[in-house]
């Protein structure tokens, strides 16, 4: 396991490769960095031979590979950082372990997957309640129910889209009656669908690769898409469609933060505030170190872990 690695020590084991540089070196030779991942952690890499680096160019987003190496600390490093100095570096083959790979949410998905049920039963106007049930069933629930909810940002793990949404409906759903003068369900289906578009738009396998359909349109866009093909099978009202259409597509707040139109409800402003702080809450979640100061790659600030 990568976080169990010590300085001076030989590694050989399947990790997920994500490069974030090649370039040269100060000797005329070549060189390759980017981060070596397993679920129990994360830690930097670099290559310098010529063949390593050719392989580690030409792949196409993260991979999993079977990675042999020197553990040594980071050059220059101030805290001690180690990296893996490849030395041996292939693709993974059928025979290889790779039950490492796949990073496991410190939740208990049964009782989530209660609330997420739980949730979808509250929502008492018919039509939306309707429309709750149409997406979510199979095979699009399966999907949902592993996904992760971000490739590295938030919930970047197995199941993780489940415990957003769960999480998020809560929080929306606890604003929403301290507020007031809001309309609940319109609230509670719109924090459930709000990030759907996930499960189109990242691929539950190993790595979370984004897939082309992903990146063409982004989960914003996909989320609004299979709202309207579900509202449209049930003949949902048009007036319902577009409240809950404007909630999923300003959901990230500001047109400056992906969302093609900025929240005007207060039904959109409750969703919103309840993901943004969702995701906020997980990068306290997320690291391992505790009782330090970490800086958040996210958030672009130092982040005291207790």
């Not at 976080?3 to 030779?29: F, M, T």
């Not at 050719?54 to 990296?83: C, F, H, W």
């Not at 979808?120 to 949902?144: C, D, N, W, Y």
Request: proline share 4%; glycine share 8%; hydrophobic share 45%.
């Amino acid at each position: 396991m990568l976080k169990e690695l010590k300085a001076g020590e030989k590694v050989c084991q399947a990790v997920i490769i994500r490069l974030q540089k090649v370039g040269n070196s100060s000797n005329g030779g070549v060189f390759a960095k980017g981060m070596a991942e397993d679920n129990s952690g994360r830690i930097q890499f670099i290559a310098f031979e010529k063949g390593i680096v050719n392989t580690l160019r030409n792949l196409e987003g993260p991979q999993p590979m079977m990675v042999a190496g020197a553990v040594d600390i980071v050059k220059y490093s101030q805290d001690m950082a180690l990296q893996i100095i490849i030395q041996k570096l292939d693709p993974v083959v059928p025979a290889d372990d790779i039950s490492n790979l796949l990073p496991m949410g410190n939740f208990d998905k049964d009782a989530y997957l209660d609330k997420f049920n739980s949730l979808i039963g509250q929502v008492k106007t018919p039509s939306l309640h309707q429309l709750l049930m149409r997406i979510f069933s199979e095979p699009f629930l399966s999907a949902f129910l592993k996904n992760p909810a971000g490739m590295k940002m938030h919930h970047a793990y197995s199941g993780g889209l489940l415990k957003h949404t769960v999480d998020v409906a809560e929080l929306a759903l606890a604003m929403a009656h301290t507020v007031g003068n809001v309309d609940k369900d319109l609230v509670l289906t719109g924090a459930l669908l709000h990030d759907i578009g996930k499960v189109k738009e990242i691929s539950a396998a190993v790595g979370f690769p984004y897939t082309t359909e992903g990146r063409l349109l982004g989960h914003i866009s996909i989320s609004a898409l299979l709202v309207k093909k579900a509202a449209d099978e049930i003949k949902l009202p048009l007036n319902q469609l577009q409240w809950l259409e404007h909630i999923i597509l300003s959901h990230h707040g500001e047109q400056d933060k992906g969302s093609p139109i900025a929240c005007a409800t207060k039904e959109s402003f409750l969703v919103h505030y309840a993901d943004e702080v969702n995701a906020v809450m997980n990068q306290f979640e997320d690291q391992e170190k505790h009782h330090t100061w970490v800086f958040n790659r996210m958030l672009q600030r130092y982040l005291f872990l207790d």
